[in-house]
């Protein structure tokens, strides 16, 4: 938007609008984790919340009973509330209400839940022996995820490999999808679990065992959406990423600590996928400091997204409150307003421009130069103290981002204990580009510029070399190159 009276038509603010026919081309996944006895202007806000962010799917962390029985009571006769595992009481008219609300603003709703845990009352909903993992070739120890009160149970983990558990928790499921209005699944694991056995003491590859697992619910529920976590990358390049899962999702832990890591890891995700699958990091911000209240650190979460939207990826990042912890209602730590006005920018910023960060193209380094003292280039890879350039190429236009690590305290894209700094504004930069063919017009947009508006850029060619005057970089620069 511009004004009229405005003689350079400087715009005033932008706004973005996804017209993609399916939510999985363009996944910006959003979560809501608390379901207390809310009012239905509390519910309405929360999503409105995450609608202006433009999320269009919401992860429904802890909404469930028990792992092993997510519905409490039955499809005839569901519970109203039960205590879900750390002992708060979920509210079924909230879960109903944040379905119908998500639905209302044209996103999607996925249950939580992993593809194979059942808690210490397990056997009472006929959960069997034969089906669990044990950590020796004995069945001595059963394999477990300890947790502590006011935790009520300890996770105790089953062959998801086992197609008698497969039948149990699809029926389950079944029993969630007569009461809740769910769109999908949203299938967690926990990361590699070292060397685990089969009841008959039999060595299970774990990660290879997702692979019929998330082909028993796909083919049991044909009609509903399925993602599945991957810790760490455990099981992504195989089964997962060639499974018939809707988009790839990838939880951030070590040793990816590094803005470089974030990187590999969404490229290495759409070549996994035969380069059809978009990807979702969770990537928890600012975690050092999640178990005290305070605010997130602008600078870290602006540098971490630039170097995510930029490569091609979303961030599962935004809910009721902002995330910073694999706890999902953990909300210690708030969003400023500013901060959140700039994170909306970063947001329309990246579906305005979804068509060029997230749809086809080919990733290559662009071998950018600049002319001029004290800057430095660095080509595909973050580098502290300079700014780096990433490139994705289509048939007519080549796509330069630019990322600023000038001023950059930590080359660690968490920001633990929020220390990062905000990158010095460089003006006036003049860019040499090599390129092959005749360039028909240059322009840049920025999420930190103008609301995000594109603006043409005078531009020099001398056979293969164009040279660029870009007006200024804080951030994150986006140039377009059209042939």
Known sequence: ????????????????????????????????????RFSQETIQRNIENLSRFHINGV??????????KPLAGSPENPAESWPDLIGRTN?????????????????????????????????GDGVREEWYLFKDAERIEKDVHPLDPPFRSSIYLTNPANTDWQDYLNKRHQEVYEVFNFDGFHIDQLGSRGTVYDYDGQEVDLAQAYGPFIKSTVAKFPDKYHVMNSVTQY????????????????????????FNDLVGIIHDNYRYSGYEK????????????????????????????????????????????????????NNNLQLRGTTKDKLITYYDFMVGYQNLLRDG???????????????????????Q?????????????????????????????????????APNTVTDLSLRIPVSKTVRKVWMASPDIA?????????????NTLTVSLPSLHYWDMLVIEY
């Open 451 to 463: 609301a995000g508006a594109p603006m043409e850029l005078p531009v020099e060619q001398q056979g």
């Open 278 to 329: 978009n990807s979702v990091l969770a990537a928890y911000m600012n975690y050092g400091r999640s178990n005290q209240p305070g605010f997130v650190n602008e600078p870290g979460i602006l540098l971490t997204n630039a170097v995510i939207f930029a490569n091609g990826g979303a961030h599962l990042e935004i809910g009721e409150h902002y995330l910073t912890n694999e706890y999902f209602p």
């Open 59 to 68: 992860q429904f962390y802890d909404w469930k009973y028990d792992h092993q």
């Open 235 to 258: 099981g992504q390049e195989s089964p997962i990423a060639t499974s018939d899962v809707d988009f790839l999702y990838t939880e951030v832990w070590d040793p990816f600590n590094s």
């Open 91 to 123: 509210y079924k008219a909230t879960i109903d209400g944040y379905i119908q609300a998500a639905h209302d603003k044209g996103m999607k709703a996925m249950f939580y839940n992993l593809l194979f845990g059942a808690l210490s009352n397990a056997a």
């Open 1 to 36: 938007m511009t004004l009229s009276d405005d003689p350079q038509k400087n715009a005033l603010y932008s706004m973005a609008v996804d017209v993609s026919s399916e939510w999985t081309k363009f996944p910006r996944y959003g979560f809501v984790s608390n379901y207390g």
């Open 361 to 383: 193209g080919k990733v290559f380094e662009p071998a950018v130069e600049v002319q001029g003292e004290g800057v430095a280039v660095t080509n595909g890879t973050a580098v």
């Open 385 to 421: 103290g300079n700014v780096t350039s990433y490139g994705r190429r289509f048939s007519n236009r080549d796509v330069v981002h630019l990322v600023n690590f000038n001023n950059a305290s930590t080359m660690e894209w968490r920001d633990s204990n929020g220390t990062q700094r």
